[in-house]
């Protein structure tokens, strides 16, 4: 069933979704959000377009599978935690980078191991749930 | 770098599940699997090497202190466990080149058969209660995804019901965490060991650890609490299901040792006593089960419930030698249960079928098969020199010392039966001549399949035959665990530090 208020609804609502999504997964770092809330905003913005368009418009807008997407995530979060391996410490250790000063304060920018896992998580949530709801709306 | 020797069998599952994914739709899929399977078993050969020299491992993982973070510890028990599972998975990875069809790949076979491996180590490693839920949680997913793999119909209602039945047993694991984090404020399983004892309300911990029985009873499948066992381990790929014989069950086990020795131990003459009849009434029903069963797989299925039933026999003695008879016994059933799965599948393509009504006449067209059986049958059912003989004698020698004559008596009587069983796959399978008058060859199974399939049934035969044969060190081995499950000081100690001792 096609209906032009959803569609009309959809090309607003997805991008802000996902643009939201984008905002939770950083804002996680240090405050409530994080992958695995923006994982599920980030699908929640393809569910909605794949209801409004359906789901071989979905897909053709995800290019990628979303299994692939998935395991792809699980292979971004391990190799977050093996960067350890490195520097000595232990699996899943954060690593840090200081650019431009030598602590949290200080540093202009910080990348970090974390970051990434945090990423992985997101596509592991993200490609998880898409690979569900699109093959329950498949076979629905 | 000691959490390294801890973490790495368990990252190189996951490594490879992902790699195996993104190459599923070509041959170097397969070879990665195999390739992973390799590696993670020499990554838990080092593991072990480390453990026997060094004694009880641990590593907290992302550097946070116990208890806060999650730990991965390894006594001597989690090691062998950890050594086992590697050479199961490689073995049936091996056995699958011949036996799993590309379509099944191409949805993923490789990469679920991994995370599933990676759930199984880390149930074993883990020092974390919670984690351990977890780790359950990432077997069961993976694992129903294997038993539904290609969508037949039996498939789909044997992974229901294999599923119903797993989730009630997470809930009642997951209302006994939620306890006993009420009554202590800790999940790491060294710290529960110290604080619950200091329990006020000693029945309330009683209660918890009857919620943990049920639930670990579940994934075990004991009396009365298997029933979804037989219905699920005969429907997929012969492949699937040996590898769920040979390790899913024993995660339970291993599971129910941990807890049983290490945290519940303040009441030891109930709760024990408990799993003891359980025991007793897990081997009687499973061989009972058995002896009804027409089906070369349903049979073995029914046979794995009646061999759990001495595992946790020797736990509930919790002596010594109950629990050096329990290890071993874990191991050895873990190599002979699986072996016996992938035996059916060979006897499968040679002959046809499954039910013994049906096929017939291996014998006579495949000797070599016929001798590969008989190794792994009576080393279950405990004849003298195979891996089995010494397992019972063991649990057997335990409930003695005790006095248990009664279940003692069983045990042995099961023993018994188990050979009746056994018998009756060798009668219907290999002597009887084929009832279509087809003569089953092993030529009849393409050479790229075969070959394959036969060489991690001969490499489980041997190791069988090595442990019948020289069971000294491993005998050993099985103390040195069982002596660190009955005083888990150096447990404690290596994940608290040495302040922490009782």
């Known amino acids: 069933m096609k209906s032009i208020i959803l569609t009309a609804g959809a090309r607003l609502l997805v991008p802000l979704l996902l643009v939201f999504s984008i905002f939770m997964l950083l804002r996680g770092h240090n405050l409530p959000g994080g992958g695995f809330i923006g994982g599920l905003l980030g699908a929640t913005s393809f569910i909605v377009y794949a209801i409004a368009l359906g789901t071989a418009e979905a897909r053709r807008a995800l290019r990628v599978s979303p299994e692939t997407l998935g395991m792809v995530g699980l292979g971004i979060a391990l190799g977050a935690g093996l960067i350890a391996v490195f520097t000595g410490d232990a699996l899943f250790t954060g690593q840090w980078l200081w650019i431009g000063g030598d602590s949290y304060e200080t540093a202009s920018f910080a990348p970090n191991s974390i970051l990434v896992f945090d990423v992985g998580v997101y596509l592991v949530v993200f490609g998880g749930i898409l690979s569900m709801v699109l093959a329950l709306e498949e076979e629905l | ?502």
């Open chain 2, 1 to 502: 770098m000691t959490s390294w020797f801890l973490a790495a069998p368990l990252v190189i599952p996951f490594v490879t599940a992902v790699a195996a994914f993104l190459l599923r739709n070509s041959e170097t899929g397969r070879w990665v699997s195999v390739a992973g399977s390799a590696a993670m078993l020499v990554a838990s050969l080092l593991l072990m090497a480390e453990v026997l020299d060094k004694g009880v491992l641990a590593g907290q993982m992302g550097n946070w202190p116990a208890p806060f973070g999650i730990t991965l510890v390894a006594d001597t028990l989690s090691a062998v466990m950890v050594v086992i599972t590697a050479i199961t998975s490689l073995a049936v990875v091996i056995y699958g080149m011949g036996e799993v069809p590309v379509r099944l790949e191409r949805l993923g076979y490789h990469a679920l058969y991994n995370a599933m491996i990676a759930g199984v180590t880390g149930a074993f490693l883990t020092g974390d209660i919670f984690n351990l839920y977890v780790w359950f949680e990432v077997m069961l997913i993976s694992s129903f995804g294997l038993l539904v793999l290609g969508g037949t119909k039996e498939q789909l209602d044997a992974g229901v019901k294999y599923v119903a039945l797993n989730l009630v047993s997470t809930l009642a694991f997951l209302a006994g965490i939620g306890m006993l984090y009420g009554m202590t404020g800790s999940l790491n399983m060294a710290e529960l060991a110290l604080t619950v004892p200091q329990v006020e309300n000693q029945a309330l911990v009683t209660v918890v650890a009857m919620l943990f029985m049920v639930g670990f009873g579940v994934k075990a499948a004991v009396f009365p609490l298997f029933f979804w066992l037989p219905a699920a381990y005969h429907t997929p790929r012969f492949s699937v299901s040996a590898v769920f014989a040979g390790l899913l069950t024993k995660v339970g086990v291993y599971a129910l040792m941990r807890v049983f020795t290490l945290i519940f131990v303040g009441d030891v003459s109930f709760t024990h006593e408990i799993l003891l009849w359980v025991a007793a009434a897990t081997m009687v029903t499973g061989v009972l089960g058995a002896a009804a069963q027409t089906d070369f797989r349903k049979i073995l299925s029914f046979h794995i419930i009646s061999q759990i039933g001495y595992m946790v026999l020797g736990l509930a003695l919790y002596t010594t030698t109950g629990l050096v008879g329990g290890v071993f016994y874990l191991v050895h059933h873990i190599i002979v249960k699986a072996n016996l799965f992938l035996i059916a599948g060979i006897a499968q393509k040679a002959a046809g079928g499954n039910e013994l009504s049906r096929i017939g006449g291996l014998y006579k067209a495949a000797p070599f098969l016929g001798l590969l059986f008989l190794i792994p049958a009576f080393s279950l059912a405990g004849f003298p020199p195979l891996s089995g003989f010494w397992a019972k004698f063991v649990v057997v020698k335990a409930t003695l010392e005790l006095g248990h004559w009664f279940v003692a008596f069983l045990a042995l009587a099961v023993g018994l039966l188990t050979i009746f069983s056994m018998t009756k796959i060798w009668a219907a399978a290999f002597w009887k001549p084929h009832p279509d008058g087809i003569e089953p060859s092993l030529s009849r199974v393409d050479r790229g399949e075969l070959v394959p399939m036969m060489i991690p049934v001969v490499g489980l035969a041997v190791l069988t035959m090595i442990i019948g044969l020289h069971p000294e060190p491993f005998v050993q081995i099985a103390e040195t665990a069982a002596d660190q499950l009955l005083d888990p000081t150096a447990y404690i100690t290596a994940v608290l530090g040495e302040e922490a001792a009782p």
